[in-house]
Nanobody, 119 residues
Framework: QVQLVESGGGLVQPGGSLRLSCAAS????????MSWYRQAPGKERELVAS????????NYADSMKGRFTISRDNAKNTLYLQMDRLKPEDTAVYYC????????????WGQGTQVTVSS
């Protein structure tokens, strides 16, 4: 009964901000590597950012570096993505992703939340 439920998407003007949330359940969130991916129409799904379980080390795609911030709250089993200075190119469906520690070929995906950046 693993669940990853994204929320916080919507329509925002260029230069605006959004904060996405991913509520996780059904697995050990605190020891899982968590990531945000996105997929625009006609494009391949791409990694936005990831955060490790130990030490909360983060990694960002170059185009998002300095604008997006990934974080996690293990007490709440929740993953966040703070998105600032949004651009039209950021328009995509954003997906929450989990990879539990100790399971090399196991990963979970949320259903996604739409982010549209347009004036």
């Amino acid at each position: 009964q693993v669940q990853l439920v994204e929320s916080g998407g919507g329509l925002v003007q260029p230069g605006g901000s959004l904060r996405l949330s991913c509520a996780a359940s059904g697995f050990t969130f605190s020891t899982s590597v968590m990531s945000w991916y996105r997929q625009a129409p006609g494009k391949e799904r791409e990694l936005v950012a990831s955060i490790t379980s130990v030490g909360s080390s983060t990694n960002y795609a170059d185009s998002m570096k300095g604008r997006f911030t990934i974080s996690r709250d293990n007490a709440k089993n929740t993953l966040y993505l703070q998105m600032d200075r949004l651009k039209p190119e950021d328009t995509a469906v954003y997906y929450c992703h989990a990879r539990p520690r100790g399971f090399v070929d196991l990963a979970y995906w949320g259903q996604g939340t739409q982010v549209t950046v347009s004036s």
